[in-house]
């Protein structure tokens, strides 16, 4: 049996918002020397296609049409927070994906200035990233670079909460 055009035009007019969230702790070392660059890649493993499913049992990562970023947040837990060693040492920051599917960088958020909160810092997102093409691997990839406008003496520990809007449509 097949569909008639009016009832694919009808599927594709459907869509879920699945709303996802990956984190993953992050550490930035001492920092000694202000004209080098910070940076770490952090790799994720992240099954998106159950968490479609969870949404309907009918999706899947082959019923995505997009994929975006909502929010990042960095945040220090009060066991790691330094008055002196903290994001505000911090004169720049970015943070970019890649995937197995989609090896190439995008940027997701960068900054220029330092932040003006030491413990808990939302970073502004480039929401014209299509990220669709990265959703369909299970293996992520996250690239912070930084770089220090004063030095510290302590590690910086903390978390960082990326969260992502997918649309699925039958």
């Not at 869509?15 to 080098?36: A, L, R, S």
């Not at 999706?59 to 220090?76: D, E, Q």
């Not at 299509?130 to 030095?151: C, E, P, W």
Request: hydrophobic content about 40%; glycine content about 4%.
């Amino acid at each position: 049996m097949s569909m008639l055009p009016s009832c694919n035009k009808v599927k594709d007019i459907v869509k879920f918002n699945i709303p996802v969230t990956m984190e993953y702790d992050f550490i930035i070392p001492p920092i000694g020397d202000t004209t080098q660059a910070i940076d770490a890649v952090v790799d994720i493993n992240y099954n998106v296609d159950s968490v479609i499913k969870s949404t309907n049992e009918k999706l899947g990562v082959g019923n995505l049409k997009s994929a975006g970023i909502s929010s990042v947040i960095l945040n220090i837990p009060p066991e790691n927070q330094d008055a002196n060693d903290n994001l505000t040492a911090l004169s720049a920051l970015s943070l970019a994906l890649s995937s197995d599917q989609n090896q190439n960088w995008v940027t997701l958020c960068s900054i220029t200035e330092p932040p003006m909160q030491p413990f808990t810092v939302s970073l502004p997102v480039n929401k014209d990233a299509d990220l669709t093409s990265y959703f369909t691997s299970d293996s992520f990839h996250f690239r912070i670079g930084a770089k220090a406008h004063r030095t510290t003496s302590k590690l910086i520990q903390g978390t960082a909460t990326i969260k992502f809007i997918m649309v699925a449509t039958l």
